[in-house]
């Protein structure tokens, strides 16, 4: 009986996770190069049914790892001539105001107060040979990631990406920190789209869809947890009876 509330118990926790994550993507569905979360779990291991139902060990084994889904969203047409898209693999690279790097699939770019491509927020859009400078002239964007400003070319924006995409660490705005010692490797088969916006690879309803089972699931076990806790109530009370 005990085992049940525990194995019960056990299946509430990630559940409650999906429901963050879920309600975390579907804020962030509008939010262009937004990837959005998802969550492993793993089943009790006979082993692990045998424990003694300590806290720690229905919390931690349920949940086994939230991971971010990398695949691309679909391309909208802005016209916007500082709005990228990268068609393929990669990020574009950005400095943050500490001098770290972030990268980022989303490329709603503006030019700030110095006349440099920047990401909302301050960071710089980096190019092969730093920030990109074009003050107020007309800017251009071949699909080799040549900048051009009213005809003169200023920089050349490459795609980047790392051998391993989970040792990002998601800190918002669509952007991911690139930890000290990760090494950015070019992406050169990729191209770039100016006047297009790379939109959120979260789908609404397929989102949705999960929610209300996950949400259902959870109540399952709520309602088997407190069956087994009348049940054990009914026992408890006969056993004292007869004492």
Known sequence: MIKGIFTSASGMVPRIKKQELTANNLANASTPGFKKDAIFTKELTRA???????????????????????????????????DLAIDGDGFFTLELADGSRALTRAGAFEVNREGLIAFPGGALLLAEGGPVEVGSGQVSVSLAGDVQVDGATVGRITPVTVANLEELDKIGSAMFFVPEGVELTPVRTSTI??????????????EMIDMIISFRQYEADSKAIQVQDQSLDHLFNRVGSRG
């Open 193 to 206: 789209q100016q006047g297009f916006l790379e939109t959120s690879n979260v789908d609404i309803v397929r």
């Open 48 to 82: 692990q049914e045998k424990l003694r139902p300590r806290k720690s060990d229905w919390e931690r084994p349920m949940v086994d790892e939230i991971y971010t889904n990398f695949a691309p969203g679909v391309f909208d047409k802005t016209g916007n001539p500082l």
